[in-house]
């Protein structure tokens, strides 16, 4: 079936650099979502990406759909401790609603002390 | 405020009991959704409701029920027939349309079968 892969499953890192997630797709995605959870807390909608190519910003963080539609990046520029957190992306090869949503396992942001 | 809100936020259940997490939002959003999150994995699909009184497997039905009586409400409840129910359960609402929308997610509620 469909699937999302995300790595690396953890990135330890110090504060100040740079942290990167990748997720790849088996299949060519209509759009994908970017989620942050926090420790002991609930996914919060980052961003959602849809055309090929497409490169969005937010203050450090960039976010990339690559141009066949089946992978993803997001790349944190200079970490702060407020990054830390597990981030997810979801795909989805259609465009019915959020259940069709594959969830990649997330990269687990830790700041070395 | 506007949100979805769940609860409890720890339940324990005893093997062989049924058990009944809520969730409610206030976002006037027709579809909801039940997620399961293990640790080290991803979110999977338990149930999703796209309007009151319809509701659609997801992934890991097997051992779960819902119903959807109300917009604002969409229940889970873990059966017995559940053999692996301790995990964090996550309730999600989003607008229903043609286009992907924003989820909006609850605290969540950790069930821990003792």
């Known amino acids: 079936g469909q699937q999302v892969m995300q790595i690396p499953q953890y990135q330890h890192v110090q504060e100040g650099e740079d942290f990167t997630t990748y997720c790849n797709s088996s299949?060519?995605?209509?759009?994908i979502q970017w989620y942050k959870q926090r420790p002991g807390g609930h996914p919060v909608f980052l961003i959602q990406?849809?055309?090929s190519g497409e490169v969005k910003k937010q203050k450090r963080l960039t976010f990339q759909f690559g141009e066949a539609k089946k992978n993803s990046s997001l790349h944190i520029t200079a970490t702060q401790t407020t990054d830390v957190g597990t981030y997810f992306c979801a795909g989805s090869a259609g465009f019915n609603s959020n259940y069709q949503l594959i969830w990649g396992a997330g990269t687990k942001l830790i700041i070395k002390p | 405020d506007g949100g979805i809100t769940q609860s409890p936020k720890y339940l324990f259940r005893k093997e062989g009991q049924n058990v009944t997490l809520s969730c409610e939002q206030n976002l006037n959003h027709d579809a909801m959704y039940w997620y399961r999150q293990d640790p080290g994995q991803g979110l999977r699909l338990i149930y999703y409701s796209q309007i009151v009184n319809d509701f659609q497997k997801g992934d890991i039905a097997e051992g779960y029920s819902v119903s959807r009586e109300k917009k604002e409400s969409f229940p889970l409840t873990v059966t017995s027939a559940q053999k692996n129910p301790t995990a964090f359960y996550l309730c999600a609402s989003s607008f229903a349309g043609t286009t992907n929308t924003e989820a909006f997610f609850g605290q969540g509620t950790r069930l821990t079968v003792v």
């Open positions: 299949t060519t995605l209509s759009n």
């Open positions: 990406l849809v055309k």
